[in-house]
């Protein structure tokens, strides 16, 4: 079989079964055939990954040669990108069955297209050689999410996406017009050729200015702090599958668009001297692990706790980009993976609580521990994961952030990774100081267990985080070889 034909398939299926998912009936037709497109396209993504050596896989669509046609162009960076993407979703898909039919119960098909709709965008994002394309794709999984985000239960989910929706239009003008500076100067598209042609036209205003919209644009995408102000409410209000899914994906896939550009369209030098680039990604960085970190440690919603959780994350992997090294890249794409895995198991565990107990503040946790040992169990393992602690998948992502902040000249850096990792057991800690050590609210029901469905999924998505925390063979090959793939492409 030819993976060169099967490819653009990775992002068709979920395109074209969104319409027909769309059209099903019931509740558990849509998300049955949701479940076997994420197969599908998890095994092709996995498929393409294995395939891909030093020289990218080509696909032209309509048989137009690039520039002129639109091609996919896919690396050991976008494949190993593409396949989290797809991982995400299924066990998103897998695990929320149950709390969809309790906060949707009603329009699963809109609800469930919709889903597709966004999954094939980011895909579309990661797997396409074309920055217009880029665009396209951008948009597509935006207004499919923010239409997800709003339909949670809580009337909030409104503001949340309407606030997004703002936001996220912003964002994506700005990378809308940086593209079109591009284009102005070099009257093309495919980014493989923007590569060959920018270096003629590097030293102007325009290229200028088409780099820092790009920038900015994207850095709002992907929740960097300043430019984060978006997530908190969209995450804390969407559905709870939604959050899983978008805590995996969304944001990972912004970045990686962002080391696109940097790496294979401006290169290395055109990146980093064009612009302060290097030291403007560490002061930012720096500032979301330690302000996400900070709010975290004393939010009373638990989702919003995790989501300002996040915005610490991403300054993680932000800090990785900063160091401008191939240890420094690795283990920003071994973060992408183990970030993924850690806060995906995280949000499935607060969402089955959540289905259990109607609410994510930290009042409806007390003494949840003691009814819902499995569910608990499982949220300390996944924030072990989080804090760093040794073979756990986040222990992996920080050793390799202290190797390259060594290696780069700021062994100052290991001081604060682990302060930042103090402060996140802190708020971990009251999760679990609220579910085992604290007495319930004398007015709160007594709750069981949650089901097998939602706990099987989750205890797997915990395991895989103690998997890769012992066996880097997958994460971390990927990893390194999706650096040196975009460090020597230029």
């Not at 999410?145 to 949670?152: D, E, F, P, R, S």
């Not at 102005?184 to 042609?197: P, S």
């Not at 962002?258 to 290169?267: A, E, K």
Request: some cysteine; proline content about 5%.
């Amino acid at each position: 079989m030819d993976v060169v034909a099967w490819m653009p398939f990775i992002v068709l299926t979920p395109l074209i079964l969104s319409a027909v998912v769309a059209l099903l009936p019931g509740r558990f037709a849509p998300w049955g055939v949701s479940v076997i497109v994420a197969v599908v396209i998890t095994a092709l993504s996995f498929w393409v990954l294995g395939h891909v050596d030093e020289t990218p896989i080509r696909y032209a669509f309509g048989q137009w040669p690039p520039p002129i046609g639109i091609e996919y162009r896919v690396d050991a960076a976008n494949a190993w990108v593409a396949f989290i993407v797809s991982a995400i979703a299924l066990l998103a898909l897998v695990w929320g069955k149950a709390s969809v039919d309790q906060e949707i119960p009603e329009r699963q098909s809109v609800f469930y297209a919709l889903f597709l709709l966004t999954l094939a965008g980011l895909l579309g994002i990661t797997l396409t050689g074309d920055a217009f394309n880029v665009f396209v794709f951008l948009e597509i999984s935006s207004l499919s999410t923010y239409a997800l985000i709003a339909h949670g239960p809580d009337r909030r989910g409104l503001l949340a996406s309407f606030r997004y929706l703002i936001m996220g239009t912003i964002g994506a003008t700005f990378v809308l017009i940086g593209i079109g500076f591009l284009y102005m100067m070099t009257g093309t598209l495919n980014m493989a050729d923007l590569a060959e042609r920018l270096p003629a036209v590097a030293d102007t205003n325009a290229i200028r200015a088409g780099f820092a919209f790009i920038v900015v644009g994207l850095g709002l995408k992907m929740a960097l702090l300043p430019l984060h102000l978006w997530l908190p409410n969209a995450y804390a209000y969407a559905p709870n599958m939604v959050t899983v899914f978008l805590a995996g994906t969304a944001t990972k896939v912004a970045l990686y668009v962002l080391l696109r550009f940097i790496y294979t369209v401006f290169g290395f030098e055109g990146s980093f001297g064009m612009l302060p680039l290097a030291p403007l990604l560490m002061t930012l960085a720096i500032a979301g692990m330690v302000v996400g970190s900070w709010v975290a440690m004393f939010e009373p919603n638990l989702k919003r706790l995790l989501a300002y959780s996040s915005v610490a994350q991403v300054g993680y992997l932000v800090l990785g980009v900063s160091l401008v090294s191939v240890v420094g890249l690795t283990a920003t794409f071994v973060h992408l993976f183990n970030h993924a895995l850690m806060k995906a198991a995280l949000f499935m565990a607060l969402g089955t609580v959540m289905y259990q107990t109607g609410s994510a503040r930290i009042e409806a946790f007390y003494g949840i521990g003691r009814q819902m040992p499995w569910t608990m169990s499982a949220f300390a393992v996944a924030g072990l994961s989080l804090i760093g602690v040794p073979a756990t998948a986040g222990f992996v992502s920080k050793w390799y952030l202290i190797l390259a902040s060594i290696e780069a000249g700021h062994p100052w850096l290991v001081g604060l990774i682990l302060i930042t990792s103090f402060m996140a057991v802190f708020y971990v800690w009251r999760v679990i100081e609220a579910a085992w050590f604290k007495a319930p609210n004398e007015q709160a029901k007594p709750v069981r267990e949650a089901p097998l469905c939602l706990l099987v999924p989750l205890w797997l998505t915990v395991l895989l985080n103690l998997y890769f925390g012992l066996d880097t063979r997958l994460s971390l090959g990927a990893a390194t070889r999706a650096a040196q793939t975009l460090l020597g492409s230029f």
